[in-house]
DNA sequence: TACTTATGGTGCCCCACCCTAAGTAG
């Protein structure tokens, strides 16, 4: 799930390995990887250190076990796309969706970095900085992201629904979209109205923000726990820029700080299930959505706003009107069925095969669920390919047993 | 088996496309 928040966990990631491992030799690009660069990297032995900003995350090699001047160093920056991700593996384990690899030396069991992506859709750039129409993070540098949207607020981006702008990486830089549901959700903003009008009435200086730090800064530190907690909570409420830096922070914060985006599959099971806990809005049982201009789905609450496309439909309304429309299809074709001569030799032979067919497909689908209920207990190295959502929805249903 | 959906982004013109895998309907 890579936004903001997934993407700063991936670096936290690589740098705990990175602290105590060293990497030596090529880095290898996989074979299908066609659309991204080769790494023209080769040392013996080099170190590897990671920081991010909104939805990029940057990776840099440096040459040898430890700092020295005039070290030779590279820059990679990656965007994960739908499905990116890295993991660390033994060699042998390398994920089937591994398309770019950092080998380590000197580990009992030689293990692998990886940049892992069943979609493809992730890109990196050797020797690339951050993207240059990408703004500020808002969890690491608010006070500049907060001043980058308040004083552009006269861009075109912002006369679009406030929904659709959050997914504007120019001022939004790591918001997504279950982010922007949570978001609007919190603050009571309708997903639908004019990100112009939200947002101007917000003030360029945030008291949120300054009471947080504030209350953070060491010099505080007799202040009473419950006295700060009421001043957050009640005194100042946070206003929606202040929730684009408050809500990543919090996914951040689950699990005991992203501990499960390691390589254990049921640690990461369990995150999953925190991070699912977590949700409010999007995707969530009682709440509505619409699709978007864009086409991308928008969770709510209430009244939808006044820019809602004007053939907008949730994702269950097409749904639905879909398969009205293939019963109508369907009731259409029986009628002209009906008017088949089965008398016919020719149409009885074809009619018969189909029954046949229709068999056979029937009694492998039996047999094939058959066989799936017969085998609870999995082996490991079944197990261990199964994970994220499928294997809790397996797990929660008793279809597979934990080892 | 066919279709739909998914946490993103680009290039071209606002929607199609880049991709895989899981879930569901018929």
């Not at 936290?12 to 690009?29: A, D, E, L, S």
């Not at 907690?229 to 830096?245: F, G, N, R």
């Not at 016919?344 to 032979?349: G, N």
């Not at 018969?352 to 047999?367: F, L, Q």
Request: charged share 35%; with cysteine.
């Amino acid at each position: 799930m890579p936004e903001g928040p997934e993407i700063y966990l991936a670096s936290r990631f690589i740098n705990v390995i990175g602290r105590t491992t060293h990497f030596g030799g090529r880095v290898v690009k996989s074979a299908v990887s066609t659309k991204n660069p080769d790494v023209e990297w080769n040392h013996e032995v080099y170190r590897v250190r990671a920081q991010t900003r909104g939805k990029e995350l940057m990776v840099t090699l440096l040459e040898g076990k430890e700092e020295k001047k005039g070290e030779e160093t590279v820059d990679i920056v990656f965007r994960f796309g739908m499905s990116g991700s890295f993991k660390y593996t033994p060699v042998q384990d390398c994920p089937k969706h591994a398309h770019l690899m950092f080998f380590t030396i000197n580990e009992k069991v030689p293990m692998v970095l990886c940049f892992v992506d069943y979609r493809r859709f992730g890109r990196w750039e050797v020797g690339g900085s951050w993207g240059q129409d990408r703004g500020p993070d808002p969890m690491w540098e608010y006070t500049s992201f907060r001043e980058n949207v308040l004083k552009n607020l006269d861009a075109a981006p912002f006369k679009k629904p406030i929904c659709e702008a959050l997914l504007n990486q120019k001022y939004f830089n790591g918001i997504g979209n279950y982010l922007r549901a949570e978001i609007l959700y919190r603050c009571g903003v309708r997903p639908f109205d004019e990100a112009r009008e939200v947002l101007s009435e917000l003030k360029p200086f945030s008291k949120w923000f300054d009471l947080q730090t504030k209350y953070d800064d060491k010099q505080n530190h007799d202040v009473e726990q419950e006295d700060r907690d009421l001043k957050k909570s009640y005194i100042v409420k946070p206003d929606l820029l202040d929730l684009c830096h408050i809500v990543p922070k919090e996914v951040i914060s689950l699990n005991g700080g992203g501990k499960g985006y390691n390589v254990d599959p049921d640690a990461d099971e369990d995150e999953y299930a925190e991070f699912r806990a977590w949700l409010q809005c999007y995707s969530q049982d009682g709440m509505k959505n619409l699709v978007d201009h864009n086409k991308r789905t928008i969770w709510f609450s209430g009244d939808p706003g006044p820019l809602k496309p004007k053939t907008s439909e949730s994702r269950s309304q097409a749904k639905r009107k879909k398969w009205q429309k293939t019963k109508k299809n369907k009731s259409e074709t029986d009628e002209q069925n009906s008017d088949v001569d089965v008398e016919d030799p020719e149409t009885r032979i074809k009619l018969e095969t189909n029954a046949k067919k229709s068999v056979r497909r029937r009694s492998r689908t039996e047999s094939k669920h058959q066989s799936k209920k017969t085998s609870k207990v999995l082996d490991p190295k079944e197990v261990g390919a199964i994970t994220g959502r499928r294997r809790s929805a397996r797990l929660a249903s008793g279809d597979i047993k934990r080892l």
